[in-house]
């Protein structure tokens, strides 16, 4: 069998400003998920792939932020080496991977090489993947998934030949509609995409010396510096995935991510999920968390550590994070509630689901960041509320600085 390796773009923490408040004070990929981190679920995935020894994750954070994730990830999943390298600044989707070239191709020399982007929610389909992958003899795989043509130009646009896979013409968010089959990003890619990118590398390099708009340095992007060129080049092929995709981008959009995956765990796995009387499935609920027997919770609920939930609370589509009280009564509903954060009795924070398309200004799912305080009988309604807040009034709408 042929070695394997992984590689997941966790960017950093110039990224993910969509996330806010939430990144505040928790990076990106380390955000929880169904329970888990953001970046667990690539992983995890990955873990599974027959014949993989590694998975790098290749990001601008400290190497401190990362190194815990990275050491409980390493007890986890004891078959795969796990390691995090970090960029001495953003080099881009491709720049960091040419960067660390040496320690992705170091041996076991790696035949191929998945890669794939922190930021989305899917079932990472890494075996159909290479099957596709087999079949033809191009430099890499890229995973096209479908989208609705008035939101097509918002991604990577895939035009290709329905008969053989191959990719014709790629555009990274193209001025006009091209295709509604949008880059997924995840890819598989043979060893060979290190001479691409240094090829591309190259070409930057020329153009810099004839144009001094082009500033000469390592940052490279996967997309439009390596993608749009192999694409040119016939060298890429799509596999296109009918499983879910969605963007993680927006704190609503975690919301989303965190039913999708909370779904999949059911087959995944069942004994993440907790089963009860008064909970509706699928629900996550970390061991350290207290619920009264009479709250009820669900579908589509994940409770992080410590979080006490009062006699007769109510939480529905909802992610509660670490140290949080719900207390009797009090309802959650299409909401996050962050860390520390306390809804007193009867309150109520809640919102609309994420809409498929986002209406710019218009608030959906409510996001409350952490140490806030919501104290007894209050509403709040599709508000972002900023850290350390105490609410006493009624508010919609609104972001509450
Ligand atoms: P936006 O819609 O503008 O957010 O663009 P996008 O969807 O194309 O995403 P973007 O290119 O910013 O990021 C794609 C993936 O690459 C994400 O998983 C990011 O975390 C990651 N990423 C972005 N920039 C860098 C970088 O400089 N270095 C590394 N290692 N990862 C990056």
Request: a neutral charge.
């Amino acid at each position: 069998m042929s070695v394997t390796k992984g590689v997941i773009l966790v960017g950093g923490p110039s990224k993910g400003t969509r996330m806010r408040p939430l990144t505040l004070d928790c990076p990106k990929p380390l955000l929880p998920i169904a329970g888990k981190a953001m970046v667990w679920h690539p992983l995890a995935a990955l873990a599974q792939v027959p014949g993989l020894t590694e998975v790098l994750l290749v990001g601008f954070y400290e190497d401190s932020v990362m190194a815990p994730f990275v050491r409980e990830a390493q007890r986890e999943f004891p078959n795969i080496k796990i390691s995090y390298l970090p960029e001495y600044r953003s080099l881009g989707t491709a720049g960091g991977l040419y960067h660390f070239r040496d320690s992705i191709l170091r041996a076991p020399v790696p035949q191929h090489i998945f890669i794939c982007n922190i930021d989305i929610a899917t079932s990472f389909p890494f075996a159909e993947l290479l099957e596709v992958h087999n079949k033809h003899r191009g430099v890499g795989t890229i995973m096209g998934v479908p989208v609705k043509k008035e939101v097509a130009t918002r991604y990577g646009s895939i035009v290709h030949d329905p008969e053989t896979a191959q990719v014709l013409h790629y555009v990274e968010k193209p001025q006009g509609w091209i295709s509604n089959t949008a880059n997924g990003g995840v890819y598989l890619f043979d060893k060979a995409l290190f001479d691409e990118i240094k090829d591309a590398m190259d070409e930057k390099t020329a153009r810099a010396a004839e144009d001094p708009l082009v500033v000469l340095d390592e940052n490279l992007q996967l997309e439009q510096d390596v993608i749009e060129r192999l694409a040119a080049a016939k060298k890429l092929y799509v596999y296109e995935s009918k499983d879910f995709w969605r963007q993680i981008k927006t704190a609503a959009s975690a919301v989303t991510a965190n039913s999708l995956y909370l779904q999949r765990f059911e087959k995944t796995h069942p004994d993440l999920l907790t089963k009860g009387p008064n909970i509706t499935a699928p629900v996550y609920v970390h061991p350290t968390a207290t619920i009264d027997p009479s709250a009820k919770v669900g579908p589509n609920v994940a409770i992080g550590p410590h979080v006490f939930l009062g006699e007769g609370a109510r939480v529905v589509n909802a992610i509660i994070l670490d140290n949080s009280t719900i207390d009797k009564h009090a309802v959650v509903v299409n909401a996050i509630v962050g860390s520390n954060s306390t809804l007193g009795q009867w309150a109520r924070v809640d919102g609309e689901p994420e809409p498929e398309t986002e209406v710019k200004g218009k608030i959906s799912v409510s996001v409350l960041a952490s140490d806030v305080q919501v104290l007894p009988e209050t509403h709040v309604r599709s508000c972002i509320v900023l850290p350390n807040k105490s609410l006493s009034k009624n508010a919609a709408n609104q972001v509450l600085l």
